[in-house]
Structures are given as structure tokens and as C-alpha cells.
């Protein structure tokens, strides 16, 4: 990693006292800085959805981003392993590798040894990563929009106009989101499938209904989920999912998903994802 004017430019973007409340109240004086409850992840012109697990500022004043997700929405592989009571990971993509383990300041770019100042976290199962370590790994165009709250990602080299733009106090307050309701809890067997062509019926890596498949594509029965559902998918035990449940969406079906039966698409490889196995969980099907 090659600290020149750009990288001097992020850590003024991505160290945020000017922008955030980042004093942590007295009583937890001794924790991390988690007050990165409003800012907005973007990549390219679409903004980063995290369904349970949401951005955080640690000690050092640098925003933590949930790497499975911003990770997928970047459309890079990710694979992880144990490291005691730590966790190891590679996100890559067909030019840059980036290796790390959670708790540790040295990473591996593209083969290299660097220092990092703020370390990836574990968190409730979760693995946090620096949005700068992401986009100086990965050469990406990155901007922080100060109004609105946005880290924009520019993957695609452009530069990017908001795709949110924060309403006032009033507004905020008047059009708060409650909290998905769900019409029935189904009890299934779930597994796990990639985008392996044996593992979709020659079909390649997309779902029933055409899309490309992504974390949150789920195969279902429709006779007991109805394509197109969404879904918030609870009990399993598994490293690489979010942690309090995955929200998902039911777009794929499969000739051995029939009955109380769903199959949780894994952005990673076959041999990761047999780790899944068969598994009881909740499925709850939520109001539109």
C-alpha cells in the first residue's frame, strides 16, 4: 500500500472528528466509538443496504464497514477461516488480493506486508473492515459527502452524486422506518449453494427469475414461500452469514427444494459451503 497523496487525501476523508459526535459518552469511555449509526455506504450509484449489522467509527476515528457486504456489493469474492478466537480473510478481486485477520495491524495487499493504524474487528460474529484499507487495496475512486453522510465508493472510476440526500430533524423524525412485521414463521431445513454451474442446473450463476445471485437469494418451494417474498432467515449457526439473521429474498427455486425446504445462496466456494450442511432455522416471511 503505497501511502501518496491519495492515501493522504482518505485519511482525511475516512478520519471523521469534523463530521461525527465521535466522544464517546463517560460510562463507556473505555469502548470503541460506535456513533456511525446515519452515515451511508454507496457504491457507485447505488447505496450499500445492511440489513442487521450497520457501519460503526472505532477508537481510531475511522469508519468500520461490514465486509461481506460492502464486499459483495463490490462484486468481490470473499473466504474467510478460523484463527482462534479471531478470523482470517481474503477479499480479491481478478487484479487485487487483500489479507487479514481481525484484532491485527498487518495485512497482506497484493503479497506485501503493510501497517494499518485501526485493525479489522469481530464483532457479534461480524468481520469490520476500514472503508479506506477497502479502497486503497482496491484503487477506488472514493468520496465523502459531508451533507449527506456518504461514504461513495466509485468502483467504476466515476464519481458519483448521493444517492440519498438527508432530510432535516423534522422530517427524519416524522418518516422513521418501523420495524419489518412478518405474516407467518415457518420452521425449514435449509443448506447452502454457490455459484458452481453444478450447482444450477447449467444455468450459470443466476436465479430463477434472472438475476445475477447474491448474498440475500435464497431457492424456495413457491407452494409454501411465494417467489418474490422477502424473508428474515433466523437459527442457523454459520460464520459467513450475518450473525442476528439474513434478510432475503425468494427468487430461486431447485429440484431438491420442495416442502419446508430452502437452499441460502454463498458468494464463496463450494468446499466453504458444504461447511453449511443441513441446519433447522426460522424463515420469517415478511409484510410487503
Excluded at 128 to 157: K, M
Excluded at 250 to 278: C, H, V, W, Y
Aim: charged fraction near 20%; charge should be negative; glycine fraction near 8%.
Amino acid at each position: 500500500m503505497k501511502f501518496g497523496l491519495k492515501s493522504v487525501l482518505l485519511a482525511c476523508l475516512f478520519t471523521l472528528p469534523a463530521i461525527l459526535p465521535v466522544c464517546a459518552p463517560a460510562a463507556y469511555a473505555d469502548e470503541p466509538v460506535r456513533l456511525a449509526e446515519d452515515i451511508k455506504v454507496q457504491v457507485n450509484d447505488k447505496l450499500v443496504q445492511f440489513p442487521d449489522a450497520q457501519p460503526f467509527v472505532d477508537e481510531n476515528h475511522k469508519l468500520q464497514v461490514p465486509a461481506r457486504v460492502v464486499a459483495d456489493k463490490l462484486g468481490y469474492q470473499v473466504n474467510w477461516e478460523p484463527a482462534g478466537s479471531e478470523v482470517k480473510i481474503t477479499i480479491k478481486d481478478n487484479k487485487n488480493t487483500l489479507s487479514l485477520q481481525t484484532g491485527n495491524k498487518s495485512v497482506m495487499v497484493n503479497g506485501q506486508h503493510e501497517k494499518i493504524e485501526s485493525a479489522a474487528e469481530l464483532v457479534d460474529g461480524r468481520v469490520y473492515v476500514p472503508v479506506r484499507l477497502i479502497s486503497d487495496s482496491f484503487e477506488i475512486q472514493t468520496q465523502w459527502d459531508n451533507q449527506n453522510r456518504i461514504a461513495i465508493l466509485g468502483a467504476d472510476g466515476n464519481y458519483h452524486a448521493p444517492a440519498w440526500y438527508r432530510p432535516g430533524p423534522a422530517v427524519q423524525t416524522a418518516f422513521q422506518a418501523p420495524a419489518p412485521t412478518y405474516s407467518k414463521m415457518i420452521e425449514v431445513k435449509a443448506t447452502a449453494y454457490t455459484a458452481a454451474p453444478g450447482e444450477n442446473g447449467g444455468y450459470g450463476a443466476v436465479d430463477f427469475m434472472g438475476n445475477p445471485l447474491s448474498l440475500g437469494t435464497i431457492a424456495v418451494d413457491p407452494s409454501v414461500i411465494p417467489l418474490g417474498s422477502k424473508v428474515l432467515i433466523k437459527g442457523y449457526s454459520y460464520m459467513g452469514l450475518p450473525a442476528n439473521g439474513l434478510y432475503a429474498t425468494a427468487t430461486d427455486t431447485g429440484g431438491a427444494i420442495k416442502g419446508n425446504r430452502i437452499d441460502i445462496f454463498l458468494p464463496e466456494s463450494r468446499a466453504q459451503a458444504s461447511l453449511f450442511g443441513m441446519q433447522n432455522v426460522q424463515v420469517y416471511v415478511l409484510n410487503p
